[in-house]
T-cell receptor, first 111, second 116 residues
């Protein structure tokens, strides 16, 4: 099976940098994804790591270390609109592009 | 506009009733998925379909049924056998691509089901 753990809540101030961690136990996967979900809305894709290392997409970066079973999402220059829930997810090797999602982290950005 | 349409957005149901949630897509994606989300929790996979006329159970399929008669449509029926059906239901699609894909799912806006 697969399980992904995230902190339940993170709070940061506008303009700051915040890191949201994801630790996982899995029998194998193709890559680690990150999704953003505003209250009551649809999750939207942010980033994907197939290989170890850092992937940068604008203000968002994502990191993966398979040897440490660990990844993180880094958000820079925080804005109020970044207040949302963030989920990591793995694309398992069982086929079908099925994603197993983490428990989710609620990010609160304050003035 | 291209996208995924889920309906209804809100649905109330009495215990013992079946209810069907609609999911339609015009992205021309082969794979479609149904996820369930409970408050403060992650998404759990109910069913998925990689191609028309074929579908597989996900992690929490008990009490649910699906069909995939058309590429564009993947309706989910929540049956009376589902013991705790109140939840937010999300439909998603994937463009395919196997191992080389980014794993990006495209989600609809969701259907919120409340059992009274």
């Amino acid at each position: 099976g697969q399980s992904l753990e995230q902190p339940s809540e993170v709070t940061a101030v506008e303009g700051a940098i915040v890191q949201i961690n994801c630790t996982y136990q899995t029998s194998g996967f193709y890559g680690l994804s990150w999704y953003q979900q505003h209250d009551g809305g649809a999750p939207t894709f942010l980033s994907y790591n197939a290989l170890d290392g850092l992937e940068e997409t604008g203000r968002f970066s994502s990191f993966l270390s398979r040897s440490d079973s660990y990844g993180y999402l880094l958000l820079q220059e925080l804005q109020m609109k970044d207040s949302a829930s963030y989920f990591c997810a793995v694309n398992g090797r069982g086929g079908g592009n099925k994603l197993t999602f983490g428990t989710g982290t609620q990010l609160k950005v304050e003035l | 506009d291209g996208g995924i349409t889920q309906s209804p957005k809100y649905l109330f149901r009495k215990e013992g009733q079946n209810v069907t949630l609609s999911c339609e897509q015009n992205l021309n994606h082969d794979a479609m998925y149904w996820y369930r989300q409970d408050p403060g929790q992650g998404l759990r996979l109910i069913y998925y379909s990689q191609i028309v006329n074929d579908f597989q159970k996900g992690d929490i399929a008990e009490g649910y049924s699906v069909s995939r008669e058309k590429k564009e449509s993947f309706p989910l029926t929540v049956t009376s056998a589902q013991k705790n059906p109140t939840a937010f239901y999300l439909c998603a699609t994937h463009s395919g691509g196997g191992r080389g894909s980014t794993g990006e799912l495209f989600f609809g806006e969701g259907s919120r089901l409340t059992v009274l």
